[in-house]
């Protein structure tokens, strides 16, 4: 599990704050998704057993799929920044002066004056040529490494996992006749919480964040509740 510690190290343009946001998101999706199911299994009279039997299969089927469409973005990502550097890179190979002529124009139309952004192009190019027209033309400033994007799948699906878990695990011990309308309580206190915690990272309103997850939450166990009452009868 060595590359996987190193992959949490890497440095990529994203940041840490954009990867807790994710994670947050995954979190929340995957409290709301369990508490629908939870909630409609409950109000239909399933039994505890049958409860924690599709708890089970909404955490790893959910949190499977989450990694799945996190690899598959990522990837994508990755593969089509990895495909516009090499070809800047062939084009500064077929044709250097051009391409520092590129560069300059684009720091001239950046509002510098015509010899200092030829100079500044110069100098980027002396130290790192592809790099500094990544940067410039395509907004790339570093690709991460290939094994990033397993880590950001893994960590999708860990979090849509243990938010998967929070509705179960509270649904499982709370009284079978009761478990419909007390699942509400810890479902919305954890949906509470996420929002606040996106609210920290983001800087948006925590009230507005904590009240769009509760509406989001309540909306959906309520749908649950519908189905749920639908099958029972």
Same mark, same amino acid.
């Given at each position: 599990?060595?590359?996987?510690?190193?992959?949490?190290?890497?440095?990529?343009?994203?940041?840490?704050?954009?990867?807790?946001?994710?994670?947050?998101?995954?979190? =929340?999706?995957?409290?709301?998704?369990?508490?629908?199911?939870?909630?409609?299994? @409950?109000?239909?009279?399933?039994?505890?057993?049958?409860?924690?039997?599709?708890?089970?299969? &909404?955490?790893?089927?959910?949190?499977? +799929?989450?990694?799945?469409?996190?690899?598959?973005?990522?990837?994508?990502?990755?593969? %089509?920044?990895?495909?516009?550097?090499?070809?800047?890179?062939?084009?500064?190979?077929? !044709? $250097? /002066?051009?391409?520092?002529?590129?560069?300059?124009?684009?720091?001239?139309?950046?509002?510098? /004056? $015509?010899?200092?952004?030829?100079? &500044?192009?110069?100098?980027?190019?002396?130290? !790192?040529?592809?790099?500094?027209?990544? /940067?410039?033309?395509?907004? %790339? /400033?570093?690709?991460?490494?290939?094994?990033? =994007?397993?880590? +950001? @799948? %893994? =960590? +999708?699906?860990?979090?849509?996992?243990?938010? +998967?878990?929070?509705?179960?695990?509270? @649904?499982?011990?709370?009284?079978?006749?009761?478990? $419909?309308?007390?699942?509400?309580? $810890?479902?919305?206190?954890?949906?509470?919480?996420?929002?606040?915690?996106?609210?920290?990272?983001?800087?948006?309103?925590?009230?507005?964040?904590?009240?769009?997850?509760?509406?989001?939450?309540?909306?959906?166990?309520?749908?649950?509740?519908?189905?749920? %009452?639908? &099958?029972?009868?």
């Amino acid at each position: 599990m060595r590359w996987l510690h190193r992959a949490l190290l890497t440095h990529d343009r994203k940041g840490w704050r954009e990867r807790a946001q994710e994670s947050i998101l995954d979190l =929340n999706d995957g409290i709301v998704s369990a508490a629908g199911i939870a909630e409609g299994f @409950a109000t239909a009279g399933a039994s505890t057993r049958a409860l924690l039997f599709a708890g089970l299969t &909404v955490i790893l089927a959910g949190g499977f +799929a989450a990694a799945a469409s996190r690899y598959a973005e990522e990837r994508t990502e990755w593969e %089509v920044d990895h495909s516009l550097v090499e070809r800047e890179r062939a084009s500064i190979a077929a !044709d $250097p /002066e051009g391409e520092l002529d590129e560069l300059a124009a684009i720091y001239e139309a950046k509002g510098l /004056e $015509p010899a200092l952004a030829r100079q &500044v192009a110069e100098a980027l190019t002396a130290r !790192d040529p592809v790099a500094a027209h990544s /940067e410039a033309e395509l907004d %790339v /400033e570093t690709i991460q490494p290939a094994r990033a =994007n397993i880590f +950001a @799948a %893994v =960590n +999708a699906g860990l979090f849509y996992g243990l938010g +998967a878990a929070v509705p179960l695990l509270a @649904a499982r011990w709370l009284p079978a006749d009761e478990r $419909p309308e007390l699942t509400f309580a $810890p479902v919305l206190l954890a949906l509470a919480l996420t929002g606040w915690l996106a609210s920290s990272l983001t800087g948006l309103p925590t009230v507005r964040l904590i009240v769009r997850n509760l509406v989001l939450g309540t909306a959906t166990m309520a749908a649950g509740l519908l189905v749920g %009452v639908v &099958v029972g009868l």
